[in-house]
């Protein structure tokens, strides 16, 4: 039976805040346990990426604390910062950093390098991180995320019920979606956004006004963070899930969606393409759009809403990807390969 050690943000089981990473975490974990491995989580509190001096000194004791040989997996969000911590035991740890989203950055550049392997969670940051720092590709391999199955979503003959899943970030573009939204405002839709409103208050303030300046504040509802039975929910009653992303490295909620057969609108950001993916006759089940381009965005809306056999098209396209989907054991027993493959030596 193999051990593993799992370094996690300390918010991993935080409701108020879900997060793709989180939900990540936790699946992996839970899904490596029931696959035989003595999973022992060691959660570090701090405001990852960028902990202070105290959070530093408790990860590394946390560290200083494993067994010699110990195999860590570790969260980018932690690994990422703090090569200073991570150098002094990579003689005698196995440390592995699973990483989300690339920070870029010279201290990931050495936090990575003192790693005995790198996972990552889509195939497009690990080409992303191969491109940036000198790893050796062997030593790097990717477990994307799975999803759950669920019932198919019968959708409405005018497509007019919009979700948005994600958190209320710059990162995710909710002003770029409010202008798309106030482009095609003549016609009828409504839409729902689900997610976090906490991470930056004065980025919702600014989106708030934004939609009462264009006269959507009934229109467009900020529901916060929903989990479980209320974000089932919240897919159930979709038409169309939007999202108006600068960046992802994969997009979970996309194959959320795509699980139930509900038609995605993304943006040509990243890793949203890998997410979105082909239905077995090759076509895509969405459109994407270029990211930070609002007019763009409204006229992939305006087609949408208008045109019936385009919005018959992409159904079909997503319910039959749906049958593509990979659940998160096949997630679990990628990883457990890539720990066991990239460690080996």
């Known amino acids: 039976m193999t051990t593993l050690h799992v370094v996690l943000p300390g918010d991993i089981d935080d409701p108020a805040s879900p997060s793709g990473g989180n939900g990540y975490d936790r699946r992996v974990c839970q899904g490596l346990a029931a ?3 003595t999973v022992r989580e060691h959660p570090v509190p701090g405001d990852w990426p960028r902990p202070g001096a105290g959070e530093r000194a408790a990860l590394a004791g946390v560290l200083a604390g494993l067994p010699d040989g110990a195999l860590v997996l570790l969260d980018g969000l932690v690994a990422s910062t703090v090569p200073g911590v991570l150098a002094p035991q990579a003689r005698r740890l196995r440390l592995v950093p699973l990483v989300h989203l690339p920070l870029e950055t010279d201290a990931e550049a050495a936090a990575l390098a003192a790693a005995t ?12 991180l191969l491109d ?6 062997d030593r790097v391999r990717a477990a994307p995320p799975g999803v759950d199955p669920a019932p198919p979503t019968p959708g409405s003959a ?33 839409c729902d956004c689900v997610g976090a409103l906490t991470r930056d208050p004065d980025f919702v303030d600014r ?46 909620v996309v194959t959320e969606a795509l699980a139930r057969g509900v038609p995605v609108l993304g943006t040509d950001a990243g890793g949203l393409p890998e997410a979105l993916g082909h239905a077995p006759d090759g076509s895509r089940p969405g459109l ?12 992939a809306l305006r087609g949408w809403l208008t045109d019936p056999a385009q ?11 749906r049958d593509t989907l990979t659940d998160w054991a096949v997630t ?13 030596a």
Request: proline residues 4%.
């Open 311 to 321: 919005r018959a098209r992409l159904r079909r396209s997503a319910r039959d990807r």
């Open 117 to 128: 392997a790198v996972v990552t969670t889509s195939e497009w940051t690990r080409r992303r």
């Open 332 to 344: 679990s027993t990628r990883l457990a390969a890539a720990l066991k493959e990239t460690t080996a």
């Open 207 to 252: 989106l708030r006004r934004q939609l009462t300046d264009a006269g959507l504040t009934g229109r467009v509802r900020l529901l916060g963070a929903r989990t479980g039975v209320a974000l089932r929910e919240a897919y159930a009653r979709a038409d169309l899930l939007v999202l108006a992303s600068r960046g992802e490295t994969y997009g979970m």
């Open 132 to 137: 940036r720092y000198a790893l050796p590709a």
């Open 158 to 190: 005018a497509g007019a019920a919009l979700l948005c899943v994600a958190a209320v970030t710059p990162h995710k573009g909710h002003d770029v979606l409010a202008a798309a939204l106030a482009t095609v405002a003549d016609l009828p839709w409504t």
């Open 35 to 37: 696959a035989g491995w």
């Open 288 to 299: 994407l759009v270029p990211p930070d381009d609002p007019d763009a965005l409204a006229g």
